[in-house]
T-cell receptor, first 109, second 116 residues
């Protein structure tokens, strides 16, 4: 079973700061990478996806992919208390989407 | 566009009883997934269908879990007999395959199972 690793946290940042979430994966053949946000008691919802090396920006969110080092990260700029949630990294492995255990983010007002 | 529908939302059973969960994916989504999410963990893939064929069921405990997707649309996941460790949220998701790559998964609200 290919693996996706995340630090469980919690990662605590003050409001307005940049939150940096990291994820490593073991399958060198992976081509699709996703970040999902999950509020307590709710289902995961997609934040961003990235297919190519480099950065992809969408509003306050930036996904970064480095296939050579097998890591993907998510930056959240100007963090808000409403960003407090668990962030799940998901990576495809032979067309199956494998999730990490998630990093809990706390944004302090 | 209607989302992924799941039922029931909550189910409480005693160990050794059986339970079934239903999922109706987004119209046109050929790929359907069942994930198990235990509290404090990430979703774990149980089974993946492409249309009505099984793509992967390597982590499905086949001695007690079964799933089917008749006619390539809705799907049922069954547990019989249930064990205490089956207490979890069962998430159904569907997706398109985009240019040979795994596309965005859309999740239903989940079915929360408590086994006593």
């Amino acid at each position: 079973q290919k693996e996706v690793e995340q630090n469980s946290g919690p990662l605590s940042v003050p409001e307005g700061a940049i939150a940096s979430l990291n994820c490593t994966y073991s399958d060198r053949g992976s081509q699709s990478f996703f970040w999902y946000r999950q509020y307590s008691g709710k289902s995961p919802e997609l934040i961003m996806f990235i297919y190519s090396n480099g950065d992809k920006e969408d509003g306050r969110f930036t996904a970064q992919l480095n296939k050579a080092s097998q890591y993907v990260s998510l930056l959240i700029r100007d963090s808000q208390p409403s960003d407090s949630a668990t962030y799940l990294c998901a990576v495809d492995s032979s067309y199956k989407l494998i999730f990490g255990s998630g990093t809990r983010l706390l944004v302090r007002p | 566009e209607a989302g992924v529908a799941q039922s029931p939302r909550y189910k409480i059973i005693e160990k050794r009883q059986s339970v079934a969960f239903w999922c109706n994916p987004i119209s046109g989504h050929a790929t359907l997934y069942w994930y198990q999410q235990i509290l404090g963990q990430g979703p774990k893939l149980l089974i993946q269908f492409q249309n009505n064929g099984v793509v992967d069921d390597s982590q499905l405990p086949k001695d007690r879990f079964s799933a089917e997707r008749l006619k390539g649309v809705d799907s049922t996941l069954k547990i019989q007999p249930a064990k205490l460790e089956d207490s979890a949220v069962y998430l159904c998701a569907s997706s398109l395959v985009r240019r040979g790559k795994v596309g965005e998964l859309f999740f239903g609200e989940g079915s929360r199972l408590t086994v006593l």
